[in-house]
């Protein structure tokens, strides 16, 4: 029972509390905040859903009107060529979607290592989730795609995407979800890379093709990116399967990365950020950063390129000198709000993700904060 009755003087029954320990500790002003906001959230859903339905219909609309307007400016009068211009019939999807070139699948896999859940915060784990749909999002629509897995998926990672994130993950294309290790993972990856999903020696890989040894499916081979190896990376290889680690850990556990693939007998190297940038800051990337500057590198060849394309402006980067930049563009380091739009675009044509959680999402990737500082392993000494 959560309460007992006493009589009182007067005849009627009183009701007496349990004593406090029998409630269970109270909770935080924080815990509770992020309670009530959680359920205004939840209430607001169906009320969200309208006002998509309704903001989708007045966009069709829209552009039923503006198609209008625009096929009726561009046909001729019966006098100026004697009959009118029969109507363009194309649809305007198709127009858009033959515009894109599509993408080459390239022999190398990419592997975010996810064993960390139990490490990291709730926080935390918010902004990896963030990162790592910001990570697909940027191999989707790369020029040359990788064959991309995530390993140790499950626990608190795999609840929030099931659950908060609605399961929009299922619909991902080019992306295996692994509950085995890293290791299994890039197993999977070495067997569809000498099968019939190999990929093309193209971009970066298109000059090695001379070469027996890049052409020719080698045996497994893994690299794990840690800040702590003392080997750099020079390039990327065909038919080598990169692991990044999935840790939001705000510098806590330093070189566990290391450790864990020193542990399992895997080579390591570090991104050669120090030998082609100078930082204002440290040299803290979060996890969807290490994937788009080595996809830019698979288009380029180049990790100056990729390291101006790519590494966000809030670092402050520059090249060092020698250090050629892109063609055109300034030698600091660009702003990441380009890849912010682009991702948030791509899901939102592939009908995964609704507006609200498309924001939510890359809110919460963006560091802008001492808070939770969203970041990989590879991080400089």
Known sequence: MSSSRASSVDGREKVVSPPQEQLGPPLSKNKLKKLRRDQA??????????????????????????????????????????????????DPREAKSSKKTKAIQLPVSFVIDCSFDDL???????????????SYSDNHRAPFTSHMFISSFGGHLKERYDTVLHGHHHNWKGVRFVEGDFEEAAKQAHELMVGAQEGSHAGAF?????????????????????????????ELRPYTTYVIGGLVDKNRHKG?????????????????????????????????????????????GDWG?????????????????????????????????????????????????????????????????????????????
């Open 206 to 234: 298109a000059n090695k093709k001379g070469s027996l040894e890049a052409t020719e499916p080698q045996e497994q081979e893994s690299v794990y990116l840690t800040s702590d190896s003392p080997d750099i990376l020079t």
């Open 305 to 381: 390129k990729a390291f101006v394309a790519v590494m966000p402006k809030r670092k402050g980067g520059v090249l060092k000198d020698g250090v050629m930049a892109l063609d055109g563009a300034s030698a600091t380091a660009g702003d990441d709000k380009a890849t912010d739009d682009g991702s948030r675009e791509i899901l939102r044509e592939e009908g995964q993700v609704s507006n609200e959680s498309v924001d939510k999402l890359h809110k919460a990737s963006r560091p802008a904060s001492a808070e939770v500082t969203g970041k990989s392993d590879e991080e400089q000494a």
């Open 256 to 300: 566990i990365c290391y450790k864990r693939a020193m542990d399992r007998g895997v080579k390591t190297a570090r991104l050669p950020i120090s030998d082609y940038m100078k930082m204002a800051s440290r040299f803290v990337l979060a996890t969807n950063h290490v994937v788009e500057i080595m996809l830019r590198w698979l288009e380029l």
């Open 41 to 90: 959230w939840e209430e607001g859903r169906e009320k969200r859903k309208e006002l998509r339905k309704i903001r989708n219909k007045n966009r069709k609309e829209r552009k039923r009107a503006n198609a209008a307007e625009q096929k009726n400016d561009n046909v001729p009068s019966d006098s100026a060529v004697g009959k009118r211009k029969a109507p363009d019939t194309t």
């Open 120 to 134: 990291m915060l709730d926080g935390e784990r918010k902004s990896l989730a963030s990162q790592i749909t910001r």
